[in-house]
T-cell receptor, first 113, second 110 residues
Framework: DVKVTQSSRYLVKRTGEKVFLECVQDMDHENMFWYRQDPGLGLRLIYFSYDVKMKEKGDIPEGYSVSREKKERFSLILESASTNQTSMYLC????????????FGPGTRLTVT | AQRVTQPEKLLSVFKGAPVELKCNYSYSGSPELFWYVQYSRQRLQLLLRHISRESIKGFTADLNKGETSFHLKKPFAQEEDSAMYYCALSPTGTASKLTFGTGTRLQVTL
């Protein structure tokens, strides 16, 4: 059974703090993704990685960075959190290729005050 | 750039009634289309993909390239179908990168 885990379910941070969101998958998947999920906007891709140390910007990368030092772990970093980054963050992983299923983590609800 | 449109934020139907969740897309090439579902307090999961041409939980979806649509259908709604449904598109050969629609909440009432 595929497992994608995220380090926190809920997180509250202050404006200007550096925030780390961690994601781990146990299926040896090449691809990993970070999305944010907002009501009325659906899921929007922030960054994805198709291999260790490889990353590509998604649709909304501004204010975020990522790190993938090991195949199973993909971190999302908010260098200086702002209130407009309050959101639900979803991590996902998949095998290489165009029609493979993405497996999602449970999400991290981040509130920036 | 590709785009996925789900025109309805909320669709409310009675139990036993037919369901159609609309999805339209814009993409110049041959896309791969998916439906993902999120039940209350559960993680987002794949419901079906057009390439498989399968029926999952009684749901089907046909890719209509002429109308650029991938509507999700079920002949008889059940209470357990109540959930958030997202249509998603992956351009061929792009490492499974998905573009999601804004989602439709399906509410099945007695």
């Amino acid at each position: 059974d595929v497992k994608v885990t995220q380090s926190s379910r809920y997180l509250v941070k202050r404006t200007g703090e550096k925030v780390f969101l961690e994601c781990v998958q146990d299926m040896d998947h090449e691809n990993m993704f970070w999305y944010r999920q907002d009501p009325g906007l659906g899921l929007r891709l922030i960054y994805f990685s198709y291999d260790v140390k490889m990353k590509e910007k998604g649709d909304i990368p501004e204010g975020y960075s990522v790190s993938r030092e090991k195949k199973e772990r993909f971190s999302l970093i908010l260098e200086s959190a702002s209130t407009n980054q309050t959101s639900m963050y979803l991590c996902a992983s998949s095998q290489q290729g165009g029609s493979y299923e993405q497996y999602f983590g449970p999400g991290t609800r981040l509130t920036v005050t | 750039a590709q785009r996925v449109t789900q025109p309805e934020k909320l669709l409310s139907v009675f139990k036993g009634a037919p369901v159609e969740l609309k999805c339209n897309y814009s993409y110049s090439g041959s896309p791969e289309l998916f439906w993902y579902v999120q039940y209350s307090r559960q993680r987002l999961q794949l419901l079906l993909r057009h390439i498989s041409r399968e029926s999952i939980k009684g749901f089907t979806a046909d890719l209509n390239k002429g109308e650029t649509s991938f509507h999700l259908k079920k002949p008889f709604a059940q209470e357990e179908d109540s959930a958030m449904y997202y249509c998603a598109l992956s351009p061929t050969g792009t490492a499974s990168k998905l573009t999601f629609g804004t989602g439709t909440r399906l509410q099945v009432t007695l």
